[in-house]
């Protein structure tokens, strides 16, 4: 029967195919490599306050703010994303570290029971702290979260 599905048609379709996804696989990995360096905002970090993002960064990681809070969606749910908090606060530095402040100072804002720990942070390190903020407010994450509250 000359229609029958041989070995060798089937070898083809294997080998065809493997090779045709491989290509497509290498294709958008290279695409990914070349869009990456524009969206992730490495420009902030060569500038004059790339420095004091790196510090802020330094606070962020050891007092465990992602404990509470999510960044770009990762980290915990307690407490509100912050990839977009400067954003919130009208792209105003001073209204981001106001709001730093008014947190962890006496008495506390917040609703009782789920408030943020009264760090005992300078006005350096709350400058420190917004920065970092902003430049997370900067990376191009195509459009996420999707709304400024999230
Ligand atoms: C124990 C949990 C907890 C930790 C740890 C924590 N936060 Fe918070 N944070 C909160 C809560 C809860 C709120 C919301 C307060 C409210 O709106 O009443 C908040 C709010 C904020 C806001 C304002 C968000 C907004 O939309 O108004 C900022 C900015 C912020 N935190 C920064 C930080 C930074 C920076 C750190 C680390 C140094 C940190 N938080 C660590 C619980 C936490």
Redesign the pocket.
Known sequence: MSEAFTKSMARNIFYGGAFFFLLLFLALTFDTINALPKLDNRAALESPVGPQIAKGKH??EV???I???TLLGEGAY???E?GN?YK?YGSNLDA?KG??KG?ISLPA???PM????R?KFTDEEIAA?AEF?KYASEINTSGWPPNDQG
Do not use: D, K, Y
Not at 114 to 117: A, V
């Open positions: 606070l962020w007092n465990n703010c404990g509470c809070h307690f407490a509100p912050l908090v919130r981001v709001r730093i947190l804002e917040g609703i789920r408030r943020m720990p760090f702290l903020l």
